[in-house]
């Protein structure tokens, strides 16, 4: 096993699929009876890395349509496979033509990008799904939990500054809802006692209950 295989916690049975994948168009061109680039891969890669993420945020988020569609393009998002490209070091494997490594192609957020898809996708033909969903999982189920972990429940500072006051309540109403079934609006007010504290809209109850939350923190100044 090479020590890139030891990194992204596979061995291949062909070693050719890894070197295809590593091989950007610009090494194939100046090597044109020798390599194949890794474009072909990365198409493939694509769709396998679009349907397993989607699959795990069916099965274990609950957020609509809307919502589950946004948390998709974040994580399958050039920025965020470059990303994970650079974790397990990709940039150094990778076959480049001497203009790409001169002007530092093997630190670009494209090329890093679509070589982790030929990844993905050499991953799945040598070893089918199961494989590849293991390897798309350590990337996207660490980056999911840290962008939890970054994200600020609004709601929930409200609520721990409001019951410092005994006797105190806040209630969210919904006070409107627009558009489309596959594009709703929704538009809430925070309530303390019978007194609005903050108004938020979103595209769901709950973007539009935090972004209430958050503005009644503004207003108090927290």
């Known amino acids: 096993m090479t020590d890139f295989e030891k990194r992204i916690g596979y061995e291949f049975k062909d070693s050719s699929l890894l070197v295809s994948a590593l091989t950007h168009s610009s090494y194939a061109n100046e090597h044109k009876r020798e390599m194949q ?9 694509d769709s396998v890395l679009g ?23 974040a994580l399958v998002c050039e920025n965020s496979l470059a ?3 650079r974790q397990i070091a990709l940039g150094d494997e990778l076959l480049l033509g001497k203009g790409e490594r001169q002007t530092g ?3 670009r957020p494209s090329i890093l990008s679509d070589a982790f898809e030929a990844v993905i996708a ?3 033909i040598d070893g089918g799904k199961p494989a590849a969903e293991k390897f798309i999982h350590g990337f996207i189920i660490p980056a999911l939990a840290q962008s939890a972990a970054q994200f600020k ?3 929930t500072l409200l609520q721990e500054f409001i019951q410092k006051n005994p006797g105190e309540k ?3 109403i919904l006070v409107g809802e627009s558009g489309p079934d596959h594009a709703k609006n929704f538009e809430v007010e925070v309530h303390l006692n019978s007194n609005v504290i903050g108004k938020g809209t979103g595209r769901s109850k709950k973007q539009a209950e935090q972004a209430a939350a958050k503005e009644a923190l503004a207003l108090m100044g927290l």
Not at 37 to 45: A, K, M, Y
Not at 51 to 69: C, W
């Open 122 to 124: 050499a991953i799945y």
């Open 105 to 107: 192609g093997n630190e």
């Open 170 to 172: 806040i209630e969210y």
């Open 153 to 155: 429940d609004y709601k």
């Open 37 to 45: 680039s890794n474009e072909r891969l990365e198409f493939l890669g």
């Open 51 to 73: 349907i397993v993420t989607a699959e795990y945020l069916f099965n274990h988020y609950s957020d609509a349509e809307g919502e589950l569609t946004r948390l998709r393009a």
């Open 83 to 85: 990303g994970f490209a």
